[in-house]
């Protein structure tokens, strides 16, 4: 895919810019980089803490399936985001958080979020780089206080180029191959053991299983039940880091 990066100082929300360029016709590929971002958002309304320092960028996708599959996506956007860090970081100090975390020693590093509209898909990505939140509700980190590369000038723009090919490989593949190449990748990089998830108004705990074929997850509770919780249904608050993203 050929990517068009537009860098602007500071807006909104990167995903709000990228939306009103898909209502325009904008092509798959568009992204669009802020510095800052004045209302960066999370999932359900949340709050993403966006000062300057860190890398901050949606891209339109039109994928050739159906909405209902778009989901899929996030997945390929996380283990992108994952290899993109791979080289700022220690071995193994990356662990993927069900459904769409990237976490750095149990911290999270990055925040992931879809949007549909009509006719495509936004991928927004937030990657602490120099600035984590100070008092966040739960425990955050950033590039410069666990790389073991210099950050330069440089690296934000570094990062994002290493995203979007990795992007690019992922989501290639989940339109060649379908999800299953995806799922084996994101389930060696898994943070596995004791998760907890909020569904509607009930928390169910339990310990890692697996991920279905449809990016479902499957827990088992410590009574023994297994439950099998539809990605977007629920949000994983805790596992025995104490790690919530809820
Ligand atoms: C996410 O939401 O993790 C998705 C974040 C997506 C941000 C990108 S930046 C570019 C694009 N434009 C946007 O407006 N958004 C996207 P969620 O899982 O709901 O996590 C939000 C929670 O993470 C908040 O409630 C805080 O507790 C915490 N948080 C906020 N800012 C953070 C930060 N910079 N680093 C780590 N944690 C943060």
Same mark, same amino acid.
């Given at each position: ?58 891209? +339109? ?59 495509? +898909? ?125």
């Amino acid at each position: 895919m050929e990517f068009i990066v537009l860098t602007i100082e500071s807006t909104a929300s990167t995903n709000d810019d990228v939306k009103q360029a898909a209502l325009l016709g904008g092509p798959e590929g568009l992204v669009i980089r802020a510095e800052t971002q004045r209302a960066g958002r999370g999932r359900r309304g949340r709050v993403w803490e966006s000062p300057e320092g860190n890398l901050y960028a949606s891209v +339109l996708l039109r994928p050739p399936f159906p909405p209902r599959d778009y989901g899929k996506v996030s997945f390929a956007a996380v283990l992108a985001v994952g290899e993109a860090l791979d080289s700022y970081l220690p071995p193994q100090a990356i662990r993927l958080k069900w459904p769409n975390d990237v976490l750095v020693d149990g911290k999270k590093i990055s925040g992931i979020l879809l949007e549909s509209i009509e006719g495509g +898909l936004v991928v927004g990505i937030g990657i602490n780089i120099l600035r984590k939140p100070e008092h966040a509700q739960y425990p955050a980190t950033c590039l410069a206080d666990r790389g073991t590369v210099a950050i330069s000038d440089q690296t934000i723009p570094a990062v994002l180029n290493s995203f979007l090919s990795a992007l690019d490989h992922w989501y290639g593949l989940l339109i060649t191959e379908g999800f299953e190449p995806l799922r084996t990748a994101w389930i060696a990089r898994a943070q596995k053991g004791t998760l907890r998830v909020r569904i509607k108004d009930a928390d169910i705990e339990g310990v890692f299983l697996d991920l279905d074929s449809d990016g479902s997850l499957y827990l088992r509770s410590p009574e023994g039940t297994e439950h099998r919780i539809i990605a977007g249904a629920g949000d994983v608050l805790a596992n025995e880091q104490g790690f919530s993203s809820a």
